[in-house]
């Protein structure tokens, strides 16, 4: 029973990636972005090609980084300088991002057969290979929370902020929109990207469908995480969102082992939000009906 | 080009496709300069152009043809957030001049990053490590400033704006827009959703900010009365066209009355008054 706890921990911290990315284009920047469901996919080829075929696995997650970022990119332009509305920015690089990703990968599933040796390195608190990636997740989610904390604080981070929060008032003061806006969700992407190559590498195999409503996941994850700590400042905000990530991977693990058919996963989760934003206080920039984002 | 110091508009074109089918030519040819530290208010009523003049000066309308220039610097070229490097705005509705969800420190603080907006190295790389704002000293000048503005803000600085009443987001807005001494203030209707008390408190705020700075500033209002007892020149605007222009004191023997019954005239001679032209203001 405790090897699902941790396993469900694990899981949890391979995406919190995903999750913060999705808190940085919905919440932050105010842009609901399909790419995620692409990058996330895009991330996990990425790394399971390159950590197959023996390269380091920090480079592996490295440039997994830099194709989300790029991915990320690209919606970004397409909807700031060619005027595509957001939803269908994101669409389009999505739908693109799946023949690039099978291009890639060469197949539609990669197996990873060895535990990265930055893992076996670990101390495994006796807990054997489970505490030892729960140490290295841990980590490695704390140390993307600071630095994205830190970021934002920074007068560019505030400038992001800001155009999330008042796109005409932040022009007036100054702030490129189309720059921003592109910056933000590469950045966003990135951290997607990393999430899909942790998950891969986490459970030893990359495939091509892996991103499948992911957009959906980390929006649940988003809304846990909110509604469980109720942060009032942006660190905390991050925190919960990790947090969030922990308790649906959780939830999942907890409904497996009640019988679901993991076959019936998403169907559960999508009805779960949907609830959510039909019943619930939530209210999801550019996807609840009553709420229009503002074009430049 | 023109060179001359202060807000130059020249031979400025703008139109706009009518719902349907159709177009309507709003400004053709349309010229107006105003000197180094005027306060010039302009009235006129919807339709008249007003406000589109102010998004045309501040680059949230693109000109069809023409040219303005401030302090020489020739503005049509430039975006609009290029333009606010040299531009303060403060916008009709007060939830639209702030940022509702960030905190006083933090509008404040963006303003004050204006003139020299936040590159994407500052916050990537070196720089970023002495870069968090709003710090200790940021939050220590701005209660200083609204202290001395005799605000109500400077203790609430940690505070959310979307939480102000709106005659306190629409002060915060016009700070915010002073900040830096911009070489040009564009008031839009800047009281039009204030109750009588609020609106008095913001254009005291008003005169004062702008007489301190001696800033270029352009007000557009719907009151008479405002445009009488406020700034140094008065200007009327009928369907894009000039029909009025008053310095202080060939204002002085201007009432409400008068100004309403020349703005009557004025149009009537014209004949062009049409009942559709509400779009444009």
Redesign the interface.
């Known amino acids: 029973m405790f090897s699902l706890w941790i396993g469900a921990y694990d899981q949890g911290l391979a995406y919190a990636g995903l999750a913060l990315g999705t808190y940085l284009t919905l919440r932050v920047l105010n842009f609901p972005d399909l790419t995620v469901d692409g990058s996330f996919a895009l991330g996990g080829g990425t790394a399971a090609v390159l950590i197959s075929q023996g390269a380091p696995v920090p480079v592996a997650l490295g440039l997994a980084i830099l194709f989300g970022c790029l991915a990320g990119t690209v919606t970004g332009l397409i909807h700031t300088r060619l005027g595509v509305n957001d939803l269908f920015a994101g669409i389009l690089t999505t739908t693109g991002l799946y023949s690039i990703t099978l291009r890639l990968m060469g197949r539609s599933n990669i197996p990873l057969s060895e535990t990265p040796a930055g893992i076996l390195a670990l101390p495994d608190l006796g807990l054997g290979l489970d505490g030892q990636w729960a140490v290295g997740l841990t980590l490695a989610t704390l140390g993307m929370i600071l630095l994205i904390s830190f970021l934002l604080a920074t007068d560019f981070g505030l400038s992001l902020r800001a155009l999330g929060n008042n796109p005409t008032m932040a022009r007036a003061n100054g702030i490129n929109q189309r720059r921003g806006l592109t910056v933000g969700i590469a950045a966003a992407n990135g951290l997607v990207a990393l999430a899909g190559a942790l998950v891969a590498t986490y459970q030893g195999f990359a495939d091509v469908t892996m991103g499948i409503g992911s957009l959906i996941l980390g929006l649940g994850m988003v809304i846990i995480g909110e509604s469980v700590l109720r942060p009032r400042s942006l660190p905390w905000a991050l925190l919960a969102v990790g947090v969030g990530a922990i308790l649906f991977r959780t939830m999942i693990a907890i409904a497996l082992q009640l019988g679901l058919e993991p076959v019936d996963l998403k169907l559960a989760t999508a009805l779960l939000l949907l609830i959510a934003l039909a019943f619930g206080r939530l209210r999801i920039p550019g996807l609840s009906a009553d709420q229009g984002r503002q074009e430049q | 080009m023109s060179t001359a110091p202060g807000l130059s508009v020249e031979e400025l074109s703008w139109g706009h496709p009518l719902p349907g089918s159709g177009w309507r030519q709003l400004f053709s040819g349309f010229s107006l300069s105003c000197p180094p530290g005027q306060f010039l208010v302009v009235i006129g009523s919807n339709g008249s152009g007003k406000s589109t003049l102010l998004n045309l000066v501040?680059g949230?309308l693109r000109q069809g043809a023409g040219r303005i220039h401030l302090g020489g610097r020739p503005l049509h070229r430039l975006r609009?957030?290029?333009r606010?490097?040299w531009i303060g705005?403060v916008?009709q509705n007060p939830?639209?001049?702030?940022?509702?969800?960030?905190t006083v420190a933090?509008n404040l603080?963006?303003?004050e990053?204006?003139?020299r907006?936040?590159?994407?190295a500052?916050?990537?790389l070196i720089s970023?490590f002495g870069?968090?704002?709003p710090n200790a000293g940021d939050c220590r000048r701005y209660r200083e400033l609204l202290a001395g503005l005799r605000l109500p803000l400077a203790d609430r600085l940690d505070e959310q704006v979307g939480q102000l009443s709106g005659g306190q987001r629409q002060s915060l807005s016009l700070v915010?827009a002073t900040l830096g001494s911009p070489d040009l203030l564009l008031l839009d209707e800047h009281t039009a959703a204030l109750d009588p008390r609020a609106e008095a408190m913001v254009m005291a705020l008003t005169d004062r900010l702008v007489r301190q700075l001696g800033t270029t500033a352009l007000m557009v209002t719907h009151s008479i009365e405002q445009a009488l007892s406020h700034g140094d020149r008065l200007v009327m605007l009928h369907e894009g066209g000039l029909i009025g222009d008053w310095n202080a004191a060939e204002r002085e023997f201007l009432n409400p009355a008068a100004v309403r019954a020349m703005y009557s005239d004025a149009i009537t001679s014209m004949g062009t008054i049409s009942t559709d032209a509400t779009s444009a203001s």
């Open positions: 501040a949230t609009d957030h290029q606010a490097r705005r916008m939830l639209e001049g702030t940022c509702p969800g960030l933090e603080r963006l303003a990053r204006r003139n907006p936040a590159r994407l500052s916050g990537f970023a870069g968090i704002h915010m």
